[in-house]
Structures are given as C-alpha cells and as structure tokens.
C-alpha cells in the first residue's frame, strides 16, 4: 500500500524557517517524481515544487524561488521542503505528493494527509 | 504560465441530475498532461481523471474527462450524494504546473 505521511508543520513566526519531512512507503520511491503542493485556509490549490526521481532536478513556483528548497533522500525514501524567510502568506496546508514516473509524467493519484504551517506572530 | 479557468464557480444540482464542469487554459494543453481532481472537506484531493480522459484506478464510470486542446470537461453523469465536493483540474505539462481555481459542486 502506498503511503505518504507528511510532518513537521508547525506555527512559526514571519522571517522563520520551517522543515517538511515526507515518508514515503509502498512504491520504488527512487523511480518517482516527488511534489509538494500546498492549500491556504478556505482556498484553492497551489503547487509548489518539485523533484526528479534521482534529484538531479527541481523547479518551484515563482512565490517561492529564493525561500524553498525541495529535496530527497532515497535511501531513506524521504522528501523535504526547507522553507525560509517565512511570511504570512505562506500559511497552508501542504501535502506532499506522488508525480509520474522516470519514464512518464502523472496526475497525483497519491497523496500524504497534510501538515498545516501557520506564519503568524 | 498556463492560467486554468474552470467554470462555474459554484454548480447547483439535485442527486440524479448531470454535471458538467469546464476548465479552459490560457494556452494549448497536450491532453496527456491534464487531471481532475475531487476534494472533500478536511481531506487531501483525490485523482479522478489523468491525460485527460483516463479514469483513475477505483473511480465510478460515471466519471468521464473529454477535451483538447484549451477546452476539457469533467462530466458526472448521475450525480451521487458523495460526490457533492470541490473539483480542480490540473496541467502537468509545464513548468510551473497549475491547478484551475476549484469549482465547488453543491446540493441543490
């Protein structure tokens, strides 16, 4: 059964730094892109970076360049999200997520439960 | 960066009845790249539809995804109660991915 169980959310305050962990089980986690998307209070979803399945590649949204670093450990099967400079805006919800493989890209048919952050003084 | 728009908002409908969601991006999307998705209050999405028109592994055949191009369509075809929930749709072509802004699906 595949699983992602994300952790570390937390409530911080703005100019902080926080550090997401996803664990990921049931699948060849080094064969995977890996995603993190996140969700603000009441609103809609917002993807936010993403990792290539031997982490030779990422890309994140623009609200987020300079501040977030995605990673991966796969010995570990293990994701992280590094995120600095917090700010207010920043207050979500945020899952991480399974992409498509190394030889096809996928919608997110799995999903971890979410771990809210919340920037606030 | 491709902007989704899906239409409406807000749907209205009785159990029964047929829905049908648009989502419409700001540039030509290969329809191997586009997903549905369902969100319940309080739970992470679930996958309905990829490339397009694709039914996810577990998902009724009364779901079905149609379109190309810049136009898809999220069709319910008998509503259920379950399925009163919040639908986004999603291009995973480029970079940055893009989710279309929700509609949400409500009991009339």
């Known amino acids: 059964e595949v699983q992602l169980v994300e952790s570390g959310g937390g409530l911080v305050q703005p100019g902080g730094s926080l550090r997401l962990s996803c664990a990921a089980s049931?699948?060849?986690?080094?064969?995977?892109?890996m995603h993190w998307v996140r969700q603000a209070p009441g609103k809609g979803l917002v993807w936010v970076s993403r990792i290539n399945y031997d982490a030779s590649y990422t890309t994140s949204a623009d609200s987020v360049k300079g501040r977030f670093t995605i990673s991966r450990d796969n010995a570990k099967n293990m994701v992280y999200l590094q995120m600095n400079s917090l700010r207010a805006e920043d207050t979500a919800v945020y899952y991480c997520?399974?992409?498509?493989?190394?030889?096809?890209?996928?919608?997110?048919?799995?999903w971890g439960q979410g771990t809210l952050v919340t920037v606030s003084s | 960066e491709i902007v989704l728009t899906q239409s409406p908002g807000t749907l209205s409908l009785s159990p029964g009845n047929r829905a049908t969601l648009s989502c419409r991006a700001s540039q030509s999307v290969s329809s191997s790249y586009l997903a549905w998705y369902q969100q319940k209050p309080g739970q992470a999405p679930t996958l309905l539809i990829r490339g397009a028109s694709s039914r996810a592994t577990g998902i009724p055949d009364r779901f079905s995804g149609s379109g190309s191009g810049t136009d898809f369509t999220l069709t319910i075809s008998r509503l259920e109660p379950e399925d009163f929930a919040v639908y986004y749709c999603q291009q995973y072509e480029s970079s940055p991915l893009t989710f279309g802004q929700g509609t949400k699906l409500e009991i009339k």
């Open positions: 049931g699948f060849t986690f080094s064969t995977y892109w």
């Open positions: 997520a399974r992409g498509g493989s190394s030889w096809s890209a996928d919608g997110y048919a799995y």
